[in-house]
């Protein structure tokens, strides 16, 4: 058969559905005449009459009964195949591949993407830890993970997290045997816990603000990290000060396992944020991480 017999076939099952050639070639985008037109030229190749038509109303004949129970299962077959694929299309699925610090991942990634996970098992996705500033489209990351202020301007931000602030710890051991810095500039005097930055291969400067007097000190000791959790472990052993996450020491603090330094001094960063290109095109499975990770306006207050 033609392929344009096909579309005759497909006009006569909406003239046998709808029973009414006006009523058809609405829902078929086509005039009255032209699809009365087809239908008689389908009729004149197959050498039977398929509908009985009146001036009020339309009928089946037996061929045309017998023509349309036999096409009407089957099309409906392929159309629900074909929703079928477009469902599937828009289905989440993939891997979704963020770049991100260990800080990030305990406080803004984690807790909100468990969730996701469970409700959408198709979405895979890969989490690299490290507090390197990757650049994500080299390596081809979908996104990446940094405070709001570190963000180039040519990407798109989605804030995740809340405010925090960094704070100096050590353990009560380690303040009963070596005391409190006063101030930042004393830290140099004290033993420390530093963290390096992956990115730039230099260790952090630690940042302290007070009365809009800022301060970058540089401070040394027998470990450095390149995360915060290891930092967390050495301070609570004894081992010096670190400058961490608060929210990561809150609990250690409350219960007297860890003491809080120059507590004054310690600024608040802008939160986290999800940032990638502006020209990125979305799929379903990153929109769905990128809604679950999104930091709700009602968690602010």
Not at 16 to 30: D, I, M, Q, S, V
Not at 133 to 148: K, P, Q, S, T, Y
Not at 156 to 185: C, E, F, M, N
Not at 284 to 297: G, K
Request: charged content about 25%; overall charge positive; hydrophobic content about 40%.
């Amino acid at each position: 058969m033609q392929r344009a017999d096909m579309k005759d076939l497909l006009w006569f099952l909406g003239v046998a559905r709808e029973r009414n050639f006006t009523k058809a070639a609405a829902k078929l985008g086509t005039s009255q005449s032209t699809l009365s037109h087809t239908i008689k030229q389908l009729e004149g190749r197959l050498g039977v009459r398929l509908l009985t038509r009146t001036t009020r109303s339309v009928a089946l004949t037996d061929a045309g009964e017998r023509l349309f129970h036999s096409l009407a299962p089957r099309i409906e077959q392929i159309e629900a195949d074909i929703a079928g694929l477009v469902a599937f299309r828009d289905k989440p699925a993939g891997t979704v591949r963020l770049t991100l610090s260990d800080h990030a991942l305990q406080t803004a990634i984690w807790p909100r993407l468990q969730n996701a996970l469970r409700d959408y098992p198709d979405v895979k996705v890969e989490l690299y830890g490290d507090n390197a500033m990757r650049n994500i489209v080299e390596e081809r990351f979908d996104a990446g993970v940094r405070l709001g202020e570190n963000i180039d301007k040519d990407m798109i931000a989605v804030r995740i997290g809340p405010d925090w602030r960094l704070v100096a710890i050590a353990s009560p051991d380690y303040v009963k045997r070596h005391g409190r810095p006063a101030t930042p500039q004393e830290l140099v005097h004290h033993v420390c816990i530093n963290l390096r930055q992956t990115t730039v291969g230099g260790l952090y400067a630690w940042e302290f603000e007070k009365d809009g007097r800022e301060l970058r000190v540089r401070v040394d000791g027998q470990l450095t990290f390149n995360s915060t959790l290891p930092m967390i472990e050495a301070a609570s052993s004894g081992y010096g000060i670190a400058y961490v996450p608060e929210n990561l020491v809150g609990p250690r603090i409350a219960e007297g396992r860890l003491t809080l330094l120059l507590d004054e001094w310690s600024p608040r960063f802008s939160g986290y944020h999800l940032y990638y290109p502006s020209r990125r095109q979305i799929s379903p499975a990153f929109a769905v991480i990128v809604e679950a990770l999104r930091y709700r306006d009602q968690e602010r207050a």
